[in-house]
């Protein structure tokens, strides 16, 4: 089975341009998280989609990130522009689909896109 | 503000013996947990998942969770230098939504 995929894998951009990163979860994963990895801490949620809805986007600084998830399978993330502390590793991960008030089940991560922006 | 909380480490263990890593929520409503190991330079990959008191064995790993206290940790039995990595703590309240750690680094010494 293969596993998430991501695309870049590695950009290096200026402030103030603009970026986007893509994502093909697990087929048959229906949840599709994108999460950001500063160096050091733990991964942080931006934006979680159940199908081609938006679960929660509670932690994306819509001010500058957008997301679409269109026909419910790839995901794509957008920075416009970009800021120096935007500068990290953007991970992608897919899980089964998720019930309200139940548990969470497992999700698997891609290989990241690691972002530098000078 | 929910938070997971985990020692950064390094944990030092000598091969062979256990390493025990230990992880505190804060959200008693948490009703998933999982432990991630992340090499360096690589993403989180998924080892444990745990969704009831007690213990969890798989392999070399043991997961134990006790709600009641709040507290979830991990065992690696028998420590080999490929074991050297980060481990993430991760804990959902629902909807799928992870809480994570900033991990414990872990260094097996041969």
């Known amino acids: 089975e293969a596993g998430v995929a991501q695309s870049p894998r590695y950009k290096i951009i200026e402030k103030r341009q603009s970026v986007a990163f893509w994502c093909n979860p697990i087929?048959?994963?229906?949840?599709l998280y994108w999460y950001q990895q500063i160096l050091g801490q733990g991964p942080k949620l931006l934006i979680q989609?159940?199908?081609?809805?938006?679960?929660?986007d509670s932690q994306l600084p819509k001010d500058r990130f957008s997301a679409e998830r269109l026909k419910g399978v790839d995901s794509t993330l957008k920075i416009q522009p970009a800021k120096l502390e935007d500068s990290a590793v953007y991970l992608c991960a897919s899980s089964s689909v998720v019930i309200a008030g139940g548990p969470s089940y497992e999700q698997y991560f891609g290989p990241g896109t690691r972002l530098t922006v000078t | 503000q929910k938070e997971v909380e985990q020692n950064s480490g390094p944990l030092s263990v000598p091969e062979g013996a256990i390493a025990s890593l230990n992880c505190t929520y804060s959200?008693?409503?948490?009703?998933?947990f999982f432990w991630y190991r992340q090499y360096s330079g690589k993403s989180p990959e998924l080892i444990m998942s745990i969704y009831s008191n007690g213990d969890k064995e798989d392999g070399r790993f043991t997961a134990q969770l006790n709600k009641a206290s709040q507290y979830v940790s991990l065992l690696i039995r028998d420590s080999q230098p490929s074991d050297s990595a980060t481990y993430l703590c991760a804990v959902s309240s629902g909807w799928g939504k992870l809480q994570f750690g900033a991990g414990t680094q872990v260094v097996v010494t041969p």
């Open positions: 959200d008693r409503g948490s009703q998933s």
């Open positions: 989609f159940q199908n081609n809805g938006v679960v929660d």
């Open positions: 087929s048959g994963h229906a949840t």
